[in-house]
């Protein structure tokens, strides 16, 4: 596969529920990126990540966890989460923070 | 503040032309990007404008006046397929961190 993937498209979950998102990218990137996008929202940057180190963590609840093994791969730890963290959770990379992101395709989240 | 403006919904006639407006508010402007998302699918970039004037690309162009904090974003000889959502974004540089800042998107449906 190219550009960037997201595994699994679509997650339905308990509240008691631990599960995480993975998001790879083949593009060569060192900056990786979540979002989360809820409906006629801008989209709200979650974590960024830079060579493997985390450079920003905008006031993100405890109950989503990021984790970066290498400048390829993002996980996104989920657990304990609330209904209203029902969204889109898109990542993205780019060549350097200063350079064009590239989206993939989204995990469509549901809490219940 | 950081604040950027587009409208929520735009409705155009296939093999018509459409601009989509974008105003921003934001401090240590450092360029301004145009995605195009559709429905369920991850956001591609369009478009990148740092410096006044218009960027023509095909049938997408996209203008900057960074003295009026205005962007917009036009689309030509319309195609259904061009039904999508397109996310204005600015980056600022602040403290030393580059940020995209992100407007909530304009919905734009093509009708025959």
């Known amino acids: 596969e190219t550009g960037v993937t997201q595994t699994p498209r679509h997650l339905v979950m308990g509240m008691t529920n631990k599960k995480s998102l993975k998001c790879e990218q083949h593009?060569?990137?060192?900056?990786m990126y979540w979002y989360k996008q809820s409906a006629k929202k801008p989209l709200e940057l979650m974590f960024v990540y830079n060579f493997k180190e985390q450079t920003e963590n905008n006031s993100v609840p405890s109950r989503f966890s990021p984790e970066c093994p290498n400048s390829s791969h993002l996980f996104l730890h989920l657990h304990t989460l609330q209904p209203e963290d029902s969204a889109l959770y898109l990542c993205?990379?780019?060549?350097?923070?200063?350079?064009?992101?590239?989206f993939g395709p989204g995990t469509r989240l549901l809490v219940l | 503040g950081q604040n950027i403006d587009q409208p929520t919904e735009m409705t155009a006639t296939e093999g018509a032309i459409v601009q989509i407006n974008c105003t921003y508010q934001?401090?240590?402007?450092?360029?301004l990007f145009w995605y195009q998302q559709h429905a369920g699918e991850a956001p591609t970039f369009l478009s990148y404008?740092?410096l006044d004037g218009l960027e023509e690309k095909g049938r997408f162009s996209s203008f900057l006046s960074r003295s009026k904090g205005y962007s917009y974003l036009l689309l030509k000889e319309l195609q259904m397929k061009d039904s999508a959502s397109y996310l204005c974004a600015v980056r600022s540089l602040m403290d030393s961190n580059y940020q995209l800042i992100w407007g909530a998107g304009t919905k734009l449906i093509i009708k025959p």
């Open positions: 404008n740092v």
């Open positions: 993205a990379s780019s060549q350097a923070q200063t350079e064009t992101q590239y």
């Open positions: 593009l060569g990137h060192n900056a």
């Open positions: 934001t401090s240590g402007f450092n360029g």
